[in-house]
């Protein structure tokens, strides 16, 4: 039945794409993915990207009261106090070095960075919309393009 997802072009489009917009995987996880799925390096760095930027806005938006909402339960509050912790820790570079710091936060393909540890870090040192999405979206772009090369080069290689 979902045979097509893995078989077909857009399938495979559709996979990389909901794959990019998984946190910790991001487009670091999904470029290859797609790539090994069939893609070519270009059209699964174009969707990585798309995918990746889609939860950018929303993070920025609403994490400060979803996070509000999880210290109301217990359970969560611990996973909210580590987010906040996390993003404390990153927000260091960005007061030092504002957006070039939020943009290198971002394009470092490194676990503990990408676009949503931006978007989280963004939204807690209430970065302005119109400052973070282009900042994190270059540094989504500077990501992908160093994950697209290390991709491809093992491409060619095998």
Not at 30 to 55: D, F
Not at 71 to 91: S, V
Not at 105 to 133: C, E, N, Q
Request: hydrophobic share 60%; net charge positive; charged share 10%.
């Amino acid at each position: 039945m979902f045979n097509w997802l893995f078989t077909t072009t857009i399938g495979q489009m559709i996979c990389t794409f909901f794959i990019s917009m998984v946190p910790i995987i991001e487009l670091r996880g999904a470029l290859p993915i797609g790539v090994g799925m069939g893609l070519s390096p270009w059209t699964a760095l174009a969707v990585s990207i798309l995918g990746n930027m889609v939860p950018v806005p929303f993070i920025i938006i609403f994490i400060r009261r979803i996070l509000n909402w999880m210290h109301r339960f217990e359970a969560f509050a611990r996973i909210a106090d580590k987010l906040e912790a996390k993003a404390a820790k990153n927000g260091e570079k960005l007061v030092k070095y504002e957006t070039l710091g939020l943009f290198l936060l971002v394009a470092v393909p490194l676990p503990g960075t990408g676009a949503w540890t931006g978007s989280l870090v963004a939204a807690l040192f209430d970065l302005r919309l119109k400052t973070a999405i282009p900042t994190i979206f270059a540094g989504v772009l500077a990501a992908g393009l160093i994950v697209f090369f290390v991709t491809y080069g093992v491409v060619l290689i095998a």
